[in-house]
């Protein structure tokens, strides 16, 4: 492999690492996690969830099979940077249409190589997430301190108002069969709804179609007062509440609205950030999380049937124990205990922090997208 340009890296507590870059050359500030998925390296980098942040891949080695047009969640990859112990160049897979590298010189996101990951995921696994800066230009340990002393920290920034649609669109797409290379034929719709964008993955939409749902996807700037009208007049059936990135105590706003559906008694699901404004817009505040969950490999008990379900995973905040006031636990994380899924007592609302959509795995949980389909038909 050709030699890689220089990159530094420095944390919050402290810690300073040279390293070697692999993606764009720049300086910039963000949050480090860890994920613990061994795969799915292009859907994580793409998946606006993820912006703001670098993610470091405890997989140790990194794009070996490349990079596709149909793996991509979202239009660009909005990850701040990625953090692997092995690039791998040379890519090798029948649905590879070019490499990591081009992927992320092409979206302008940092990609930092030769770094001891396992030493980093056991710091974060003890101290917590932390903000960090990299840069291929100043390899200075006081000059890198001194900026990321005075950057924002992630949880002071609306990274929503980045990542949502700027227009209103309908979804048509079906789920993607990757045996025949193409799209599923989206069944015949058997009620609409509105999917707000607060950083919507493609795949979430796509189950959402294939499960008979009929999908416009608007902006984050949504007003609710046309919303609840449309439902009045039959014109939708239920609203979804999406992903998205950052800290939910942020979106003020988005919690006011969410409030008059509520009181509206419009029927809602909501996903990951979704799942936390429902908290929220009820009285009950999130909390952040020591490190979050970021990965595939989570066991979440469903409290209805009593199976375990393996799920895909990406959040650093999580709803109070003490919301079962008004909700009753369907889903509870079987690594600490904290909830997964709710449904709200006398309202037509449910949320999971999971994400049943996964891409690339696990589809353990994919049911619960036709759950909101049952949920608004009665």
Not at 210 to 238: C, M, Q, R, S, T
Not at 353 to 371: D, M, N, T, V
């Amino acid at each position: 492999m050709e030699s890689l340009k220089k990159a530094w890296i420095y944390l919050e507590n402290g810690t300073f690492l040279e390293a070697s870059s692999f993606g764009a050359n720049k300086t910039e500030v963000g949050e480090i996690v860890f994920n613990t998925s061994m795969t799915g390296y292009q859907e994580i980098m793409s998946d606006p969830s993820y912006a703001g942040q670098f993610v470091t891949f405890t997989m140790p080695e990194i794009g070996n099979v490349g990079v596709n047009d149909e793996d991509m969640e979202s239009l660009a990859a909005h990850a701040k940077g990625m953090i692997v112990r092995r690039y791998q160049k040379r890519y090798s897979n029948f649905r590879a249409e070019d490499s990591l590298t081009n992927f992320l010189k092409k979206y302008d996101v940092m990609g930092i190589c030769d770094i001891d990951t396992r030493y980093l995921t056991k710091m974060l696994r003890s101290e917590g997430a932390m903000m960090m800066i990299a840069s291929t230009e100043i390899s200075d340990k006081e000059e890198l301190k001194k900026i990321l002393e005075n950057s924002p920290r992630i949880e002071d920034i609306n990274y929503i108002e980045k990542v949502s649609t700027k227009e209103a669109y309908k979804h048509t797409s079906s789920t993607y069969n990757y045996r025949a290379f193409e799209y599923d034929k989206a069944p015949s719709p058997e009620a609409k709804i509105v999917v707000i964008d607060f950083g919507v993955k493609r795949n979430i939409l796509n189950e959402l179609v294939n499960a008979k749902i009929d999908v416009e996807v608007v902006p984050n700037d949504f007003i609710a007062e046309d919303l609840i009208e449309k439902y009045n007049n039959k014109l939708i059936d239920g609203v979804f509440l999406s992903n998205g990135p950052g800290d939910p105590l942020v979106l003020k706003r988005e919690q006011e609205q969410i409030k008059k559906l509520i009181d509206a008694k419009v029927p809602m699901f909501g996903i990951c950030l979704g799942h936390q404004l429902l908290s929220i817009s009820h009285g009950y505040d999130t909390f952040k999380l020591k490190f979050g969950h970021h990965g595939g490999n989570h066991p979440v008990k469903n409290e209805k049937t009593g199976l375990v379900e393996i799920t895909a995973q990406n959040h650093n905040y999580n709803v109070p124990d003490n919301i079962t006031e008004i909700a009753e636990v369907t889903h509870v994380n079987l690594f600490d205990n904290t909830i997964e899924g709710l449904k709200y007592k006398d309202e037509p609302i449910f949320s999971v922090q999971h994400h049943p959509e996964a891409s690339p795995g696990p589809k353990e949980s994919a049911y619960i997208f036709s759950e909101f389909l049952s949920l608004i038909k009665r």
